[in-house]
């Protein structure tokens, strides 16, 4: 599936949308370049999950931050991952498989670590405001999530 958005709003709306269809231990593996959106799209999934948009912030410098709520959010930033082994030591599993949805940015850094089912959400420049998502579905809970979707 592929969609474009022409404001950090309309990319807020998606994520907001999307969250409405996930489910604790479902996992966002969220690519792209420096600046394509992808924390305002996790804004938007906060809201989406009905949690403030206002806290999300890109925990670059610390890996991962927690949002609680109904269902907790679990935001992951690997930008900074020097190691995979960084992530072994804080438990990983228990969040990619626990009782939140884990949204990982730079997800490409996690190599052989990489969930065998996820939905993977590639962003794109394609303007000063424009956004290109390009969204795969890996597994049949992920097909289910996107049907219907766009």
Known sequence: MKLKTHSQQETMAFGEKLARRLKPGDILCLKGDLGTGKTTLVKGLAKGLGLKSTQVNSPTFVLMNIYEGKTDLYHFDLYR???VNQITVMGWEEFFYGDGVSVIEWAQRLGGLMPSEYLDIQLKHKGENVRELS???KGD?????L???D
Do not use: Q, S
Not at 141 to 145: E, G, L, S, T, V
């Open 147 to 149: 049907k219907g979707l």
């Open 135 to 137: 969204i795969t579905a």
């Open 81 to 83: 991952l020097e190691e």
């Open 141 to 145: 809970r992920y097909k289910k999530i």
